[in-house]
């Protein structure tokens, strides 16, 4: 008997009344009806090499580019490829030199030093995109679906993945959910993160 698929981003299986099929056009991933709509305007002739890396060990999916971080940081001590900034023109002579500036496989060796356009989230983070309401599905972080604001310290943060990009606050209104925001708000004071 053949194993049952399940669908790359809801996870769903195959059963009676779910249909998962797999795209013709990629040939990698497995969609369920519902999520396919997602998927097709990236696919195909359009897909780039960072799409196989679009999805998060928490199921939400980037829908961004991820983006090579070339600029510096002063405030993190950063520089080209977000590393020390003292070690960057090792780093850029290493992706320029050993990587033939390929970035599909500079990320492989290297994937902090990547950024993703939709979030402003270190690639080197494999979990969660927290667009806030810009982004197909709702945002799925603690102040969304608790349904705050991000406060001043997160969204003023200067640090190097969020450089230039036009970030929304939130809170998503999608997210909101009245169990999900007492869970959030309990842990959160329990671990002694903001609120």
């Not at 980037?62 to 003292?86: P, Q």
């Not at 402003?120 to 806030?132: E, L, N, P, Q, Y």
């Not at 450089?163 to 169990?179: E, V, Y």
């Amino acid at each position: 008997m053949a194993p049952a698929l399940s669908c790359s981003v809801c996870k769903k299986f195959t059963s009676d009344t779910v249909s998962i099929q797999k795209c013709a056009r990629c040939h990698s991933r497995f969609y369920c009806a519902a999520d396919w709509p997602n998927h097709k305007p990236s696919c195909g002739n359009s897909m780039v090499w960072y799409d196989r890396y679009r999805k998060c060990k928490d199921g939400s999916r980037h829908e961004g580019k991820l983006e090579l971080i070339t600029w510096s940081n002063k405030k993190e001590g950063t520089g080209w490829g977000h590393c020390f900034e003292e070690e960057s023109d090792d780093l850029r002579r290493k992706f320029e030199e050993e990587y033939g500036g390929d970035e599909s496989k500079f990320y492989k060796y290297w994937p902090q030093g990547f950024r993703w356009t939709c979030c402003g989230t270190d690639a080197g983070m494999k979990w969660g995109c927290d667009h806030h309401g810009t982004g197909s599905k709702p945002c799925t972080c603690d102040f969304c679906r608790m349904g705050k604001p991000l406060p001043d310290s997160i969204f003023n943060d200067k640090n190097a993945s969020r450089h230039g990009l036009k970030l929304p606050r939130g809170p998503d209104r999608r997210s909101f959910h009245a169990g999900l925001a007492t869970m959030a708000a309990s842990s959160r004071t329990m671990m002694g993160l903001e609120m």
